[in-house]
């Protein structure tokens, strides 16, 4: 009796690129191979090969099936805002291990398909943002554009955490609706640029050890972690790699010294802000005021301390990663303090939306200080801890 061949199962492909977009959220884009995708799946890393040509491409069909899911649960014209805010929530609990992609891991696509991707995510905040100009005819297309984002924003934030809610896809979308009700902030015009006096010489700190730090942050921001070397560093601080050396043993000491840096500032103003406020609802707007302030003020370092907690060394991950969860604990606390009803994973989910809110609403102002952008978006994350 001959040998019967095992058939591929026809949902490989899927399977291939769900493990892989679930190994990118947890660990990295690039501290994932093939071959671990394939160990997750159960078959070899040549067998891979046979789906996607490369790990990009599986990145790359990851993050297809997260806009895709999202925009057919959408499709419906004749659907209600309220209709699509629930499938949207459905889809971002459903798919909470592998949506973060959309956040961090897509800065790893092509300029192609950053390009495709951006095209889809405007079309999903049209399907929300048109509905809303009809319910809300006193805001500016791009107000309605703004708070269609920070609701998608408080949708995603269920990414960045693992707290479930007694109902956390209708507490999310409780989320949503508060923030496509709040006062939209206005955003920013770009205004054209001073030209420098002829005399004027940029300002950099005397220390090298700050050079560095600041020219590391900043590219890494720029152009993430893994694209960056230590000889582009060094070249952005004027001076050669191997006085990098002296001053950090490591690229990883560099983004450990970053992140050691983010914390002890935010932890200096959380603290502060506790310190300075009369009573527990007053502590939590002084909180997110001065998160506020510290996103829009560090806006490179916030953006690093957010993705790439991955590419530190473990015992440093280890230790801020404690660092972090301790700063949410704090927002936790003072969430269940204003709202004694609140169960503490119902707060948890929504202190996260907040925090998503501020960085992202953030990012579509380019953390423009000058034009009250910076108070509104505190309001905006009020709305969400309070929804």
Same mark, same amino acid.
């Given at each position: 009796? $001959?040998?019967?061949?095992?058939?591929? !199962?026809?949902? *490989?492909?899927?399977?291939?690129? %769900?493990?892989?977009?679930?190994?990118?959220?947890?660990? $990295?884009?690039?501290?994932?191979?093939?071959?671990?995708?394939?160990?997750?799946?159960?078959?070899?890393?040549? /067998?891979?090969?046979?789906?996607?040509?490369?790990? =990009?491409?599986?990145?790359?069909? /990851?993050?297809?099936?997260?806009?895709?899911?999202?925009?057919?649960?959408?499709?419906?014209?004749?659907?209600?805002?309220?209709?699509?805010?629930?499938?949207?929530?459905?889809?971002?609990?459903?798919?909470?291990?592998? /949506?973060?992609?959309?956040?961090?891991?897509?800065?790893?696509?092509?300029?192609?398909?950053?390009?495709?991707?951006?095209?889809?995510?405007?079309? +999903?905040? $049209?399907?929300?943002?048109? !509905?809303?100009?009809?319910?809300?005819?006193?805001?500016?297309?791009?107000?309605? $554009?703004?708070?269609?984002?920070?609701?998608?924003?408080?949708?995603?934030?269920?990414?960045?955490? *693992? /707290?479930?809610?007694?109902?956390?896809?209708?507490? %999310?979308?409780?989320?949503?609706?508060?923030?496509?009700?709040?006062?939209? !902030?206005?955003?920013?015009?770009?205004?054209?640029?001073?030209?420098?006096?002829?005399?004027?010489?940029?300002?950099?700190?005397?220390? *090298?050890?700050? +050079?560095?730090?600041?020219?590391?942050?900043? +590219?890494?921001?720029?152009?993430?972690?893994?694209?960056?070397?230590?000889?582009?560093?060094?070249?952005?601080?004027?001076?050669?790699?191997?006085?990098?050396?002296?001053?950090?043993?490591?690229?990883?000491?560099?983004?450990?010294?970053?992140?050691?840096?983010?914390?002890?500032? %935010?932890?200096?103003?959380?603290?502060?802000?506790?310190?300075?406020?009369?009573?527990?609802?007053?502590?939590?707007?002084?909180?997110?005021?001065?998160?506020?302030?510290?996103?829009?003020?560090?806006?490179?370092?916030?953006?690093? =301390?957010?993705?790439?907690?991955?590419?530190?060394?473990?015992?440093?991950?280890?230790?801020?990663?404690?660092?972090?969860?301790?700063?949410?604990?704090?927002?936790?606390?003072?969430?269940?303090?204003?709202?004694?009803?609140?169960?503490?994973?119902?707060?948890?989910?929504?202190?996260?939306?907040?925090?998503?809110?501020?960085?992202?609403?953030?990012?579509?102002?380019?953390?423009?200080?000058?034009?009250?952008?910076?108070?509104?978006?505190?309001?905006?994350?009020?709305?969400?801890?309070?929804?």
């Amino acid at each position: 009796m $001959g040998s019967t061949a095992t058939k591929r !199962p026809k949902d *490989r492909k899927d399977r291939i690129a %769900l493990a892989g977009a679930e190994l990118f959220c947890e660990r $990295g884009y690039h501290r994932v191979s093939v071959d671990e995708i394939a160990a997750v799946v159960g078959i070899s890393g040549p /067998a891979v090969y046979r789906h996607f040509a490369n790990k =990009y491409a599986i990145l790359v069909h /990851a993050t297809r099936d997260v806009v895709g899911a999202l925009l057919a649960a959408t499709a419906d014209p004749q659907a209600t805002i309220d209709e699509q805010l629930h499938a949207i929530a459905t889809v971002a609990v459903a798919k909470r291990r592998v /949506a973060g992609l959309y956040q961090w891991e897509g800065r790893y696509l092509t300029a192609e398909h950053r390009r495709e991707f951006r095209t889809s995510l405007a079309t +999903l905040v $049209g399907r929300i943002a048109g !509905p809303l100009r009809t319910l809300r005819p006193e805001l500016t297309p791009e107000q309605c $554009g703004l708070l269609a984002n920070a609701a998608l924003s408080a949708f995603g934030s269920v990414t960045t955490h *693992r /707290a479930a809610a007694t109902d956390t896809e209708g507490l %999310l979308t409780r989320v949503a609706w508060a923030l496509l009700r709040a006062d939209p !902030p206005d955003l920013p015009r770009p205004s054209p640029p001073e030209p420098p006096a002829p005399s004027a010489a940029p300002v950099r700190p005397a220390s *090298r050890r700050e +050079l560095l730090l600041i020219e590391a942050i900043r +590219l890494f921001h720029r152009h993430g972690y893994h694209a960056v070397a230590v000889e582009d560093i060094g070249r952005a601080a004027g001076i050669q790699a191997s006085s990098v050396y002296r001053y950090f043993p490591s690229k990883a000491d560099l983004l450990a010294a970053a992140y050691y840096r983010a914390t002890d500032r %935010l932890t200096g103003a959380t603290v502060a802000a506790i310190a300075e406020a009369t009573d527990p609802a007053d502590a939590q707007r002084r909180v997110v005021r001065a998160y506020v302030a510290f996103a829009f003020g560090q806006s490179d370092l916030v953006a690093v =301390y957010l993705a790439e907690n991955n590419n530190l060394p473990d015992e440093d991950r280890h230790q801020l990663r404690g660092a972090q969860r301790l700063h949410v604990e704090e927002w936790v606390r003072l969430a269940g303090t204003v709202r004694p009803e609140l169960a503490a994973a119902d707060s948890r989910v929504l202190v996260h939306a907040a925090l998503n809110v501020v960085t992202d609403v953030g990012r579509l102002g380019r953390f423009d200080r000058t034009s009250g952008y910076e108070t509104q978006t505190a309001a905006l994350a009020l709305a969400a801890l309070n929804a």
